[in-house]
């Protein structure tokens, strides 16, 4: 039986960052509109991490009962590992999803934004459907494009939304912060590159190739620093986000260095704290540019 340590670590508090990243975000941009709504931001804040850490136990779940996690260079899989039944894994996710959904819905009932409600379910199936069921789409190389929408564009402007109209900062911060989210997914998968080619799942960093994702984990980097530039046409106090830069270094090194395995573990927790600093410093620069 998986002890509390392992349960927690299977959660994968590596990737939590790119959860609250998107709410500080939106609610910088709605308090930069002056119309923060901070039970809101509450709200939106447990949604999201609720719905990471539901697709954490659900990736656990179906890598590990296609035997994709038995042979680990990263972080505990409790399925894969063998150090819990799968039936119980399968459970976790699905709790976290449930209290997600049904926070979802009181966030929707106090916003009057009923629109979320289709947003939200197709945020549910997504997070389950991206290793799971007989076709998932992250065996297909789709798995980036679902993190810039949920952890992007949809977090973001969601949180927005259920408080005021949205603004173009907001739109220059979820990209940022989208593009962000999917580069701890790239640094992820280069480093499973070998196991995932030998189990038949095609991320989209087996089929570009270890060479093709560097070059794309450093793409997806410079996007936030170009949504900085534009984020500060509308308050020239985003340019505190640049201030995150530092935080940058170590990862781009690992991933522009050539590491390999073990070695892009690194990476993926410093991609996760360069996105939260940056994401944090760019809500900052938003609120005090307030109208």
Not at 255 to 269: F, H, Q, Y
Request: charged content about 10%; proline content about 4%; aromatic content about 10%.
């Amino acid at each position: 039986m998986a002890t509390l340590s392992q349960w927690i670590e299977g959660a994968r508090p590596r990737t939590l960052p790119a959860a609250v990243s998107p709410i500080l975000i939106g609610t910088g941009a709605a308090y930069q509109a002056g119309q923060v709504v901070w039970a809101y931001a509450i709200l939106a804040l447990a949604v999201a991490l609720l719905l990471q850490v539901g697709v954490n136990y659900a990736n656990d779940y179906s890598d590990g009962i296609r035997g994709t996690d038995e042979v680990r260079v990263g972080p505990v899989r409790l399925v894969g590992q063998r150090l819990a039944a799968p039936s119980s894994v399968k459970i976790a996710a699905f709790t976290a999803f449930f209290f997600a959904g049904l926070i979802g819905l009181a966030l929707v009932g106090l916003s009057g934004l009923w629109v979320m409600i289709p947003i939200g379910v197709a945020a549910i199936l997504a997070a389950w459907f991206y290793t799971g069921g007989d076709r998932p789409y992250g065996y297909l190389g789709l798995g980036e494009v679902f993190v810039f929408v949920f952890f992007g564009l949809v977090a973001t402007l969601g949180t927005m939304a259920t408080m005021t109209s949205l603004t173009a900062a907001a739109w220059w911060g979820a990209i940022g912060v989208g593009a962000l989210a999917s580069a701890i997914l790239v640094a992820n998968n280069l480093r499973d590159i070998p196991t995932d080619r030998d189990h038949g799942k095609r991320t989209l960093a087996v089929r570009m190739g270890e060479r093709g994702t560097r070059v794309f984990y450093v793409a997806l980097v410079a996007v936030a620093f170009v949504m900085t530039g534009l984020a500060s046409f509308t308050s020239p106090w985003a340019l505190l986000a640049l201030l995150a830069a530092p935080f940058a270094v170590r990862p781009m090194q690992a991933v522009v260095g050539g590491a390999t395995g073990p070695g892009l573990i690194p990476a993926l927790a410093g991609t996760g704290r360069f996105q939260l600093v940056w994401s944090a410093l760019l809500a900052l620069g938003l609120a005090l540019g307030r109208a």
